[in-house]
């Protein structure tokens, strides 16, 4: 039986690197019913936004999609359209896979890790107040008048909630996550040690869920120390578990460790419903121009069909990704070392490769 997904095409590169995404998908013999939805800049004309409800009930209805980059038009009132789908769909846990396949220009080898992201509480919830502006001023004025430090009058605002409930299923869908996928470890980051009230209850509710997984090894370190480890070390860990500024940031550094965003697949996932991408923008200046890596898009789609129990096909579609890399001939500009090699392919050429090497049994 076909599986009913979601495909958002997305805008600038975004309908090159879905539509060579869809192929490589369909190559690996599993059968699939498109539900196609548009979003993102091309289409606030026509719909007045940029994430149209049709597209979130395609989601809900389908509880799986695709997607390729979407734009956030400036002046439509929307912080990001990647954001509000989020919040929309409560996507409250965002997964960054970071492996190094063999031929991927890098500083380092055989790394592979995963990074847990909360999607929805912290410094990105939003809650921020305009300096000058009354309400700003309100908030001051209160919270100077509970403490001896005191704030600033001219001084902007944002603040940083983190709860139990939040943080709770953020750890538990990371231990679920590495012991579905017989990971050994996973790690909980944060600055607890300047920030001891909301960082502080990130670790204290972690190591909570942790003594429900007695199989899975859990340690804590503070975001700083972690960014050095990574460099020195990265082979020492394994699940990281972190908020969602520190998610943001360690997600990229370690996407650098294996090649950068080009490679490096992305999803977030609510209790219902999971959302698969590829966690780079949407490049317009290079829209229409059959030139940007779509591996990373592609490696979302192996997340997905991992999400979606055809798991034979998942590794079918890696193995055949990690081939094209490894022979390094049938890759764009971007993985080659130098960017302006003649025998760079486009985007639609990469997905022929891979539909090449999964058929001669990569």
């Given at each position: 039986m076909a599986h009913r997904v979601t495909f958002i095409p997305g805008d600038g590169v975004g309908p090159e690197l879905s539509e060579a995404t869809r192929r490589v998908l369909e190559g690996t013999g599993v059968e699939f019913d498109?539900?196609?939805?548009?979003?993102?800049?091309?289409?606030i004309e026509k719909f007045g936004t940029p994430l149209p409800e049709p597209v979130l009930e395609s989601i809900r209805a389908n509880g799986v999609a695709i997607k390729g980059p979407l734009t956030t038009p400036i002046g439509t009132g929307f912080r990001s359209v990647n954001v509000a789908l989020r919040k929309e769909l409560d996507l409250f846990a965002c997964l960054r896979p970071c492996k190094w396949y063999q031929g991927v220009r890098s500083r380092y080898e055989n790394i592979d890790l995963v990074i847990v992201r909360e999607n929805h509480e912290?410094?990105?919830?939003?809650?921020?107040?305009?300096?000058?502006?009354?309400?700003?001023?309100?908030?001051?004025?209160?919270?100077?008048?509970?403490?001896?430090r005191r704030i600033r009058d001219?001084?902007?605002?944002?603040?940083?909630?983190?709860s139990i409930w939040g943080t709770r299923r953020i750890a538990k869908f990371a231990f679920d996550y590495a012991r579905t996928y017989g990971r050994k470890k996973v790690t909980a980051v944060t600055k607890a040690n300047i920030m001891k009230h909301t960082d502080g209850l990130f670790y204290a509710v972690s190591r909570e869920v942790a003594k429900e997984y007695p199989d899975i090894e859990y340690?804590?370190?503070l975001v700083d120390n972690m960014s050095m480890q990574l460099v020195q070390k990265p082979e020492n860990f394994d699940v990281l578990l972190l908020p969602n500024l520190y998610g943001d940031i360690i997600s990229d550094l370690a996407a650098g460790l294996v090649g950068g965003l080009g490679v490096a697949p992305g999803a977030n996932f609510g209790d219902n419903v999971a959302v698969f991408e590829a966690t780079h923008g949407s490049a317009p200046k290079y829209k229409g121009q059959n030139k940007v890596n779509p591996m990373a898009m592609m490696f979302?789609?192996?997340l997905m069909l991992r999400h979606l129990d055809e798991g034979e096909a998942a590794d079918r579609l890696e193995r055949g990704l990690a081939a094209v890399i490894m022979g390094g001939h049938d890759v764009t500009y971007d993985m080659k070392p130098n960017r302006d090699d003649p025998t760079a392919v486009g985007t639609s050429q990469v997905a022929d490769a891979v539909i090449a090497a999964m058929n001669a049994g990569a």
């Open positions: 498109w539900d196609v939805q548009e979003a993102g800049a091309d289409v912290d410094l990105y919830a939003g809650i921020e107040f305009e300096q000058g502006t009354p309400e700003a001023k309100q908030v001051i004025d209160f919270l100077n008048s509970m403490q001896d001219d001084s902007g605002l944002s603040i940083k909630p983190i340690d804590e370190y979302s789609g192996v």
